[in-house]
């Protein structure tokens, strides 16, 4: 008599696992046949063995007789073990009569040679069906070494292609998906992770990044991304993606502290003095590409750029780099032995979608300026004082763009266009520049009133120093960003009180540490400056912030120009 016996085992390894258990327990029961031990304890253990197996499971004798039958193979053919225990081969109840002799032929072929052996075959169920199923067979042998029979561990063909299916797709997402795949266990640390997921953090390869917490890999970001995962484990997964937004870490680099002033950002250090001038750019072609870029790639550095600890250019792109935004889909992972679910961790899929959010802002911002600029126009129509209209456009600017506004208008506007064929800015005569203030939006600097109240009637200048970023963009008729170091959330360092000395030596309200300057120009001549302002809790001013504030300022030009005019020459 044939005794198998198989132990359950969870996804594809049921078949293999039991069918070795089976031919152990075969071996050891034909080698203790003589013995004493055993009995009816093992032929019950062998039982309870049978019918926990996930697979069906049948056992033929040296001649074919049919000698176990688990309950597997009961449900999935309708055959009891009563009706199937004891019949000579498989013909004409559970395989066609036609197909029987080469079934059982392949089937007790295992017998005479080692190893197991994989086939598909058609069988018949109870009720007249048919089910195509995989069946492993492998051959057992007596004490003695001559063959005493076969079992056969099957299951249906399709579940095993599920199975392998649901293999295969676990492998490609882990190696070959165009999305990053990370699974955390339940302490929120990544076990595995795929090709994709290690590029997207910047480790050098996907095992620098196992078992070890998010916060050593993410500078920004990590409490969400953390709570987003234990809401996961404790509630299951969320109905629709979430976008995040983090900062990858990366290992701090010295460098020098550097103020740039200039639209491009950059910056030139070795130069005396607190406010270094720099050769004056050509203003041919003014407007044109190469005189933006020339106006544009003016850059300055302050203070020798001696100063530790500020962010340079440099830094801030490379900040700019690592944050990113990841468009994540979470799944809860439980084990599939467990009556009850048990959370092994979290699979996170993510994509970078950074581009896609920035140009999405982008796209926002331009049309919420668009709509400023027209709301602007609007209002300003109805004013009958053209310096009381540029001070509305002012104020339509500010919303969203900057904390504080200034005009500060020529006493003597100028310079004129040259009447020699030479038309850079170095053909036109230097001359003391002297800008009155004619509107602050806020009107009170933190509640506290400006030194001197905007009257243009007045005509005393704002005592600027020599090289502000005022002067510069009135004297090179084009726009200056500057910027003091300093951001959101500094602490009360040596580097805020520099920040706060460097707003005052430039006459700007306290807690400045951006500035934005664009000239006024208007037939031909430069009637002022227009200066905006930005608190160290915002972002530095940027090349499409030069742009908007460069359309403004035509505005704002217009209307001076009007201001200006004799009252005979005024339209109306």
């Known amino acids: 008599m044939i005794r198998a016996g198989a132990v359950a085992l969870s996804d594809g390894n049921s078949i293999k696992g039991g069918a070795e258990v089976a031919a152990r327990s075969e071996t050891h029961s034909a080698s203790s046949s003589g013995g004493d031990d055993g009995g009816p304890d093992d032929e019950l253990l062998l039982a309870a063995l049978l019918d926990g197996m996930d697979a069906a499971l049948c056992a033929f004798d040296a001649d074919g007789v049919v000698t176990h039958w688990n309950r597997e193979a009961e449900r999935m053919l309708g055959w009891t073990q009563e009706e199937a225990v004891g019949r000579q081969g498989l013909a004409g109840w559970a395989v066609r009569a036609a197909d029987a002799e080469e079934v059982e032929s392949r089937l007790l072929d295992a017998m005479r040679s080692p ?37 056969c561990a099957f299951s249906e063909v399709h579940a095993q292609i599920d199975l392998e299916r649901s293999i295969a797709l676990s492998e490609a997402l882990l190696e070959d998906a165009s999305w990053g795949v990370v699974l955390v266990d339940a302490d929120l640390r990544p076990t595995v992770a795929n090709t994709h997921a290690a590029r997207a953090f910047r480790v050098p390869a996907r095992a620098a990044m196992l078992g070890r917490p998010l916060g050593e890999l993410l500078d920004q970001g990590m409490e969400e ?13 969320p109905p629709a993606p979430a976008e995040i937004w983090v900062t990858l870490r990366a290992p701090l680099t010295g460098g020098d502290r550097r103020e740039d002033e200039g639209t491009a950002g950059t910056g030139r250090s070795g130069r005396p003095g607190p406010f270094d ?6 203003r041919e072609g003014r407007g044109g590409p190469d005189a933006r870029e020339g106006r544009e790639g003016a850059g300055r550095a302050e203070d020798d750029a001696g100063r530790a600890g500020t962010p340079t250019a440099g830094d801030d792109a490379a900040e700019a780099a690592r944050r990113r935004c990841w468009r994540s889909g979470f799944l809860r992972l439980s084990s599939p032995l467990a009556e009850e679910p048990v959370p092994l961790g979290v699979a996170w899929l993510f994509q970078d979608v950074t581009e896609q959010k920035k140009q999405e802002r982008d796209a926002a911002r331009l049309r919420f300026r668009d709509s400023q600029l027209h709301r602007a126009a609007r209002a300003a129509a109805e004013c009958a004082d053209p310096l009381e ?62 030194h001197i109240e905007p009257n243009t009637a007045s005509g005393i200048p704002v005592a600027y120093p020599e090289g502000h970023p005022a002067l510069q963009a009135y004297q090179r008729c084009t726009s200056v960003r500057a910027s003091g170091g300093g951001g959101a959330g500094a602490r009360e360092t040596r580097e805020t009180r520099e920040t706060r000395e460097w707003a005052r030596t430039r006459k700007w309200p306290q807690g400045t540490v951006h500035g934005l300057c664009s000239v006024l120009r208007c037939r031909g001549r430069s009637l002022g400056v227009v200066t905006f302002l930005r608190d160290g809790g915002r972002r530095p001013f940027d090349r499409q912030d030069a742009d908007y504030a460069e359309q403004v300022a035509a505005y704002v030009a217009a209307l001076v120009d009007l201001a200006n005019a004799p009252a005979g020459r005024r339209p109306g």
């Open 115 to 151: 190893g197991r052996h994989v086939h598909e075959f058609a069988l018949l169920t109870k009720d007249g069906g048919r089910v195509l199923v995989r069946i492993q067979s492998s051959g057992v042998a007596g004490a003695d070494g001559r063959p005493k029979g076969v079992y």
């Open 225 to 237: 991304l953390e709570g987003a995962l234990q809401h996961v484990l404790g509630e299951g997964a």
């Open 277 to 282: 001038r720099s050769d004056r750019p050509g």
């Open 389 to 450: 209209a540029a001070r509305v456009h002012l104020e339509f600017a500010l919303a969203g763009f900057a904390d504080h506004v200034l005009l500060d208008l020529a006493a003597d506007p100028g310079p004129e266009p040259s009447l020699t064929p030479d038309t850079s800015l170095d053909a036109l005569p230097l001359r003391e520049t002297r800008l009155v203030r004619a509107a602050l939006t806020p009107a009170a600097d933190r509640g506290r009133v400006p």
